[in-house]
């Protein structure tokens, strides 16, 4: 997918600018996520759990990656970029691991 590299390349820039993980995360091998973040498990197919909170994602990505298509939406969630259903919030991709 096109724009899972777009998406992948944004947020490694992003990254890069911002810094290096913390010693403590970076020794842990898995993205720099905190520990209860890395064990989270999307599963492709079914609903976002109702306690997962999806944010928009910075306009200039939207831009590069383009709209998704009518009835689905691009969102951060959980660490993670999701594509997902606004009705009932299907996960129909992801992109995890972004750090």
């Known amino acids: 997918m096109k724009q899972r590299t777009m998406i992948e390349d944004y947020y490694r820039r992003e990254y890069l600018a911002h810094g290096s993980c ?21 599963v492709i197919g079914q609903p976002l759990p109702a306690t997962v909170v999806i944010r928009p994602l910075p306009r200039d ?3 590069r990656i383009g ?10 969630a959980d660490g993670s970029i999701v594509l997902y ?5 299907m996960l129909l991709d992801v992109v995890d691991n972004l750090f």
């Open 22 to 42: 913390p010693p403590g995360l970076a020794k842990k091998g898995n993205g720099c996520l905190p520990p209860g973040q890395a064990k989270k498990q999307w």
């Open 61 to 63: 990505l939207v831009i």
């Open 67 to 76: 709209l998704p298509p009518t009835g689905y939406g691009w969102g951060y």
């Open 85 to 89: 259903t606004l009705v009932g919030h």
